[in-house]
C-alpha cells in the first residue's frame, strides 16, 4: 500500500465536466488532482468524432475528441495533476478520503474538497426484458460507438436501432457511412428522444425510417442474431397484438438512454429521484460540505457546454472551499411542478447566480416556463424533452427566493 | 410555398421559415447568419460536414479522426466515403493535419480532428 498523498481539490473523473472542474480550481491556485479510469481524459468525448461541440463554452464548432484536446492542453499549462489508470473504488465523504485503484497498487487521497464527475452509463439490454434468444449481435449503442470509432470494428451487415436517443441516431448515419445496412429505428414513446437536427442530419439524410410507438418484441438467433420482431405498441406501451413485422438483422443496437454513474462512490450522498442523479445546489455542491458533482451524474445533458459550465462551477467553489473561503448553510429547495421532467439545481443557495436546466415531459408546441416566486415567465414553441430549456438568473433576481423559502418550477401549455 | 426547414449547422437546431415571395425566398427564425445560408444551400443543393475516420500505421490509435474543413455537397458524401476508406496515413498525426487535401474539389480539405502518437515497434 502506498502512503497518503494530500491535495486541496480532488476531481474524479476526466470528461468534459472533470476537465472544467481541475482546469477552474486551477485558475484559482489549488493544487489540483484529477483521477480517470481510462488510459486518457476525454471521456465520452473521444468516441464523438462528429461535430457539434463547444458552441457555446470555447464559441467555436468542434468535434468531440477536439473539445477534450482543448481542455486536456489548457489543464497541462496550468498544472493539474492528472492521474490516468486510477478507478476510485469508494469516498470516505464526512473525512474526505479517497479509495484509488491502480496498475500500481491500491492507495489513498486527502482532499480539502472533492469533485465528482462520472459521468453516466448506458442502460442495459438486461433493464429492457425483451423476450427471446439471447445471441451474439446485440449492442448498445455506446459500445458499438466505440468499436466503430476508436478500434477500427464493425458490429455486422445489418442493423436495426432501437430507442431514437442521440447516441442512436448519431450510430445509425455512422453505420451507414461505414457501409452497413440501417433497416430502422425504432422508439416506444409517440416522440422522439434526440434532438430534431439529429433526425434531419442522421435519419432523414439517409432515408432511414423511424418507427415511433413501436418496440422490439423478439430477438432471434443461434450463436449470432439472425431476425428481430418489431410490434406497434398502444398508449400504455403495450405491444398491440397482429402488428408484428419481422426484420432479417444480424445488429441490433441499444440507445435505450443514459443513467448518471452515481453507484460505488458513496451511499451517504442523496440522489434526486427523477433525475437520478447527485441532488445538487447551483454552486454544485451536494448535502455534505464540500463535496461537489458536476456533469452527467446529475442528470443527463444534452450539451457538452452545459457539462462543461456546470464543471467549471463546481471546480470555482470547490477551490474556494478549500481555502476555507465558503460555507453554505442557507440553501433553499427547488421543487419540480406539471410537466418538468429533468430538473437542475435540486436546491438554491446564494454563493452563485443560478442556471437552471429542465426538460419537459411531454412535447409541446406552445408553452412557457413559469418561476411564480420570481414573477418569470419564459416562452417557448415547438418544445420537445429532447431539448434542454436553460435559464440563467443573476444573484440580484435570485433574493427573492430567500423570502418566499423556495422556488417552485413549473411549465403550461398555451392553446 | 411555406417550408419549415430545421438547421443543423449548430446545437440550437433552429426551425428557419422559408416563404416565397415571387422568386425571393423570405427567411425567418433563424438565430444566426449560417442558417440563413444553410437553408439556401438547402432549396438549391444541399451541402453536410462529413466527419468520420481514416486508418492509422504505427499509431497508438488504429484510427484517427477526421472532419471537412467546410460543409461538401450531400449526394457526393457515400462516393467520398469510399475514397477515405482506402486512405492509409502514418503516424505521428497532429490535430489540424490535412489528410486529403481538396476532397470536394471546391476547396475543402479533409482534415485530422485528433492527435495520434507513433509508436516505435
Ligand atoms: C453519443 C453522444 C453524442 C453527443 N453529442 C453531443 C453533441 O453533438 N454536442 C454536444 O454539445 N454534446 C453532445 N453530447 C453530450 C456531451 O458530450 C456529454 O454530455 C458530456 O461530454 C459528458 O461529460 P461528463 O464529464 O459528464 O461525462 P463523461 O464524458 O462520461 O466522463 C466521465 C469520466 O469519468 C470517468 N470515471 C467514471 N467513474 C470513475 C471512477 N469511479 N474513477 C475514475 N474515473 C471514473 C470515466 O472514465 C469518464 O472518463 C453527446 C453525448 C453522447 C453520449
Ligand atoms: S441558425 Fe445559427 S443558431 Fe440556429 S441552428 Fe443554425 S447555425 Fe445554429
Given at each position: ?246 426484420y432479417d438483422v444480424d445488429t ?137 430549456i436553460q435559464m440563467v438568473l ?22 | ?121
Amino acid at each position: 500500500m502506498m502512503k497518503g498523498i494530500n491535495t486541496d481539490v480532488l476531481v474524479i473523473g476526466g470528461g468534459a465536466g472533470g476537465m472544467a472542474a481541475a482546469l477552474s480550481a486551477a485558475r484559482e491556485k489549488s493544487d489540483v488532482i484529477l483521477l480517470e479510469r481510462e488510459n486518457s481524459t476525454g471521456g465520452v468525448l473521444n468516441q464523438c468524432i462528429h461535430n457539434g461541440f463547444g458552441l457555446h463554452f470555447y464559441k467555436e464548432e468542434l468535434t468531440g475528441p477536439e473539445f477534450a484536446d482543448k481542455l486536456f492542453n489548457e489543464m497541462t499549462l496550468d498544472r493539474v495533476n492528472i492521474i490516468s489508470e486510477s478507478y476510485v473504488s469508494e469516498v470516505d465523504v464526512e473525512n474526505k478520503t479517497v479509495r484509488v485503484l491502480s496498475p500500481d497498487g491500491a492507495y489513498e487521497i486527502y482532499a480539502k474538497a472533492i469533485v465528482i464527475a462520472t459521468g453516466a452509463r448506458e442502460r442495459p439490454f438486461g433493464a429492457l426484458m425483451i423476450p427471446g434468444d439471447r445471441p451474439s449481435g446485440i449492442y448498445t449503442a455506446g459500445l458499438a460507438q466505440r468499436f466503430v470509432n476508436l478500434e477500427n470494428r464493425l458490429p455486422g451487415k445489418r442493423a436495426l436501432i432501437l430507442g431514437s436517443g442521440d447516441i442512436g441516431l448519431i450510430m445509425a448515419r455512422r453505420l451507414v457511412l461505414e457501409g452497413m445496412k440501417v433497416e430502422a429505428v425504432v422508439e416506444r414513446m409517440p416522440f422522439p428522444g434526440g434532438l430534431l437536427r439529429n433526425i434531419v442530419q442522421c435519419l432523414e439524410d439517409y432515408n432511414i425510417p423511424l418507427y415511433l410507438s413501436h418496440t422490439v418484441t423478439k430477438t432471434v438467433g443461434r450463436g449470432r442474431l439472425e431476425k428481430v420482431e418489431v410490434s406497434e405498441v398502444d398508449e400504455n406501451y403495450n405491444p398491440i397484438p397482429g402488428t408484428e413485422k419481422i426484420y432479417d438483422v444480424d445488429t441490433l443496437i441499444l440507445s435505450a438512454g443514459l443513467i448518471p454513474q452515481v453507484e460505488d462512490i458513496s451511499d451517504s450522498l442523496q440522489l434526486d429521484r427523477v433525475n437520478k442523479g447527485y441532488a445538487v445546489s447551483n454552486s454544485c455542491e451536494t448535502n455534505i460540505d464540500g463535496i461537489y458533482a458536476a456533469g452527467n451524474n446529475v442528470a443527463v445533458f444534452d450539451l457538452v457546454d452545459y457539462v462543461a459550465a456546470e464543471g467549471w462551477v463546481a471546480g470555482r467553489h470547490a477551490a474556494l472551499k478549500s481555502k476555507g473561503g465558503e460555507n453554505n448553510t442557507e440553501k433553499y429547495p427547488v421543487i419540480r411542478g406539471k410537466n418538468v421532467s429533468i430538473l437542475v439545481p435540486s436546491y438554491i443557495d446564494f454563493n452563485e447566480s443560478l442556471r437552471l436546466y429542465l426538460r419537459i415531459s411531454k412535447p409541446i408546441e406552445h408553452g412557457r416556463v413559469i418561476l411564480k416566486e420570481l414573477n418569470i415567465e419564459k416562452k417557448f414553441v415547438d418544445g420537445v424533452p429532447s431539448e434542454m430549456i436553460q435559464m440563467v438568473l443573476n444573484k440580484k433576481k435570485m433574493e427573492l427566493i430567500r423570502e418566499k423559502g423556495g422556488l417552485f418550477v413549473e411549465v403550461v401549455e398555451d392553446e | 410555398m411555406n417550408r419549415k426547414i430545421t438547421c443543423v449547422m449548430c446545437p440550437v437546431g433552429c426551425r428557419i421559415t422559408v416563404e416565397m415571395n415571387g422568386d425571393e425566398p423570405v427567411i425567418s427564425g433563424n438565430r444566426c447568419t449560417r442558417g440563413r445560408q444553410y437553408v439556401i444551400d438547402e432549396l438549391i443543393k444541399p451541402k453536410r460536414v462529413l466527419t468520420t475516420s481514416v486508418k492509422v500505421e504505427d499509431g497508438d490509435l488504429p484510427l484517427v479522426s477526421v472532419k471537412t474543413s467546410g460543409p461538401i455537397e450531400k449526394k457526393i458524401i457515400m462516393d467520398k466515403m469510399k475514397e477515405i476508406k482506402k486512405k492509409t496515413v502514418g503516424a505521428p498525426v497532429k490535430i489540424g493535419e490535412i489528410i486529403i487535401e481538396n476532397i470536394d474539389g471546391n476547396g475543402v480539405d479533409l482534415l485530422a480532428t485528433r492527435k495520434v502518437k507513433k509508436i516505435h515497434k
